[in-house]
């Protein structure tokens, strides 16, 4: 057998390898949606304080993203796979482990950063071990849906384990499955050539920090409102980072977020519909469970079964994307996606407190599961469409950093909202429903605006796909 048919045979386990993990990493985030209630029982959180168990997880991951996608080029993407495959395993087991709020919140940060160092390696290594054309189109097409369908599948999951035994077991699962994959690594990935260069240092600390003050002042401005100073500060702060991030960026000899990359209109379309997306989606998951506990009356077991309908639709179109994609385009696919999810989320943003099941909920749901299912596919084919195989790392990793980063931005919007909310009711179950449904028509908004961002970027490019080339 010849180099390439090696190649070719080991491809099957290599794609197996590259999408179940990540898969964990997808599930981590909404695993612990269903288990929320539970957990903020156990730990004693506030309102407020149990968004930063998304958030916290999220932020370091998508603010790190930049820096793990770097180190895969210059140290090596098996490497760094293997390295970020370790810390998120061993964090994995210390989270289940955690006695208290603080350690918890810091185990689940520091996964995070696993994930920040795993996620773009994926990514990376399937673009380099799958040639362009019908074999990557096909592989990019499952890990997109892996996204989707991770997502759905942790809510179910997270929900069963937390009624059935604890919250913990969701992230004791992760150490045997990180284990198994670990090995399958270290025999089927082959290291990738390595690229000279440097580390940014300065660009991941302004994106990390920056994100992160400025989600830590959207969240705070929900118990403490807009005048209180130290939101002020966290939201300049945050700001003003982020600001300095593009500046360093443009100047930076080997930035980690190449400000060429956004000068390609289908991709830089992509990071911003992808941003808008997930934080409806991330709100979606977030305050749908809490409905569905607090309104409803049902116990995390039936919360996580209730989003079967979801899940089942999202999986039936996720697997036929590749099919899809060949028939009617990935703009027209995706534009559809997002117009499917709209109108489910907007329905489901019509909830009161004696809305059914089956009409107020379930219903809407299978329209989200199709649209979600038929969406994150091209958004993530969309995102690395062009790119050069020098910016193949950061690619990847601009595509997850819009996935993370867009979820903590879009869920700290959507908690102030929520918080906002009144109901003019001392009913606890009125007023929840009508806070849940405030919020889910704030999370349409920005379904809406990644739709017309879609539009203009994707579906209605010009010929020529590039504005003028910058750094």
């Known amino acids: 057998m010849n180099i390439n048919q090696t190649a070719a045979a080991n491809r099957g386990p290599l794609l197996a390898i590259i999408l179940a993990s990540y898969l964990m990493i997808v ?4 695993i612990v949606v269903t288990a929320l209630p539970k ?43 293997l390295v970020g495959l370790t810390l998120f395993t061993f964090t994995s087991l ?47 097409a499952w890990y997109g849906s892996v996204a989707g369908i991770g997502a759905s599948l942790g809510l179910v999951l997270g929900g069963v384990l937390a009624d059935m035994l604890s919250w913990r077991v969701g992230f004791y699962i992760n150490v045997p499955i990180g284990i198994a994959l670990w090995l399958g690594a270290r025999r089927y990935l082959s290291e990738t050539p390595l690229q000279p260069g440097q580390f940014d240092i300065a660009g991941a600390l302004s994106s990390t920090l920056g994100m992160g003050a400025l989600v830590y002042g959207i969240v705070r401005s929900a118990s403490t409102g807009w005048g209180d100073t130290l939101t002020l500060t966290a939201v300049c702060i945050g700001i003003l980072l982020l600001v300095f991030l593009v500046l360093n960026e443009w100047y930076a000899a080997q930035p980690i977020m190449p400000l060429r990359l956004f000068a390609h209109r289908e991709r830089a ?49 996720a697997i036929m994307v590749p099919k899809l994609t060949r028939r009617f385009g990935n703009p027209y696919l995706l534009a559809t996606g997002l117009t499917l999810t709209l109108i489910g989320m907007a329905w489901l943003s019509r909830v009161s407190a004696d809305s059914s099941y089956v009409l107020g909920v379930a ?4 329209l989200i599961g199709i649209g979600q299912g038929g969406t994150l596919s091209p958004l993530t084919s969309s995102g690395i469409a ?19 980063l867009g979820g903590s931005l879009g869920l700290g919007i959507l908690v102030v909202v929520f918080a906002a909310a009144q109901s ?13 449904g405030t919020a889910l028509t704030a999370g ?28």
């Open 39 to 81: 957990i903020q029982a156990s730990l004693g959180l506030s309102a407020t304080a149990l968004s930063w168990m998304q958030n916290a997880y999220t932020l370091s991951f998508g603010g790190l993203l930049l820096l793990g996608a770097r180190a895969g080029d210059i140290l090596g993407r098996r490497r760094m796979f």
């Open 269 to 317: 379309g992509a990071y911003g519909g992808r941003v808008l997306f997930l934080g409806a989606m991330m709100g979606f998951w977030f305050f749908t469970t809490q409905y569905l506990q607090g309104v409803m009356g049902f116990n995390p077991f039936q919360a996580g079964l209730a989003f079967l309908p979801m899940t089942v639709a999202n999986f039936a179109v």
């Open 27 to 30: 599930l981590d985030i909404s």
């Open 363 to 366: 219903l809407p749901m299978v």
């Open 94 to 140: 210390c989270i289940g482990l955690a006695p208290n709020a603080a350690l918890l919140l810091g185990a689940r940060a520091v996964q995070g950063m696993g994930a920040a160092i795993l996620a773009p390696s994926t990514l990376a290594l399937l673009t380099a071990n799958f040639p362009e054309g019908h074999e990557r189109t096909r592989a990019v």
């Open 444 to 471: 349409s908004g920005l379904l809406i605006a990644a739709l017309v961002v879609v539009i203009f970027f994707i579906v209605r490019r010009p010929a020529a796909a590039a504005f003028t080339p910058a750094r």
């Open 386 to 404: 062009g790119v050069a195989p020098k910016d193949a790392g950061a690619a990847s990793g601009l595509v997850n950093v819009s996935h993370q």
């Open 424 to 436: 003019g009711t001392t009913d606890a179950r009125a007023d929840l429903a009508h806070r849940v």
